[in-house]
Nanobody, 127 residues
Framework: VQLQASGGGLVQAGGSLRLSCAAS????????LGWFRQAPGKEREFVAA????????RYDDSVKGRFTISSFKARNTVFLQMNSLKLEDTATHYC?????????????????????WGQGTQVTVSS
């Protein structure tokens, strides 16, 4: 699976951005798609994931209620809608895919290695 992330930018605290991840190369019916981020000097961390088949989602506690992950199957695209952005959301954001046959289950989250990665897109939140 090839992944192409886009949509990052500079936004003021409290603002919104929507990230997109376009997938190609093979059908996604047995995949989970996730978003991760890495801030300077910090380890990469899990943000959110969606089970492509069943649509179930998982979020890190730090973004619950502010971020929404969704899929647009006709375009093989996953979105991350980010609202109420905070300074600490500043990071390079990456989309990733993991082979996952659990159609009815919550997708893999923190600590589970994902198989395919796209290039990052920078999100910068200013005060």
């Amino acid at each position: 699976v090839q992944l192409q992330a886009s949509g990052g930018g500079l936004v003021q605290a409290g603002g919104s951005l929507r990230l997109s991840c376009a997938a190609s190369g093979r059908p996604l019916s047995n995949f989970a798609l996730g978003w991760f981020r890495q801030a300077p000097g910090k380890e990469r961390e899990f943000v959110a994931a969606i089970n492509w088949s069943g649509g179930r989602t998982r979020y890190d506690d730090s973004v619950k209620g502010r971020f929404t992950i969704s899929s647009f199957k006709a375009r093989n695209t996953v979105f991350l809608q980010m609202n109420s952005l905070k300074l600490e959301d500043t990071a390079t954001h990456y989309c990733a895919a993991k082979f996952f046959k659990g159609g009815a289950y919550i997708p893999p989250g923190p600590g589970v290695p994902y198989d395919n990665w796209g290039q990052g897109t920078q999100v910068t939140v200013s005060s």
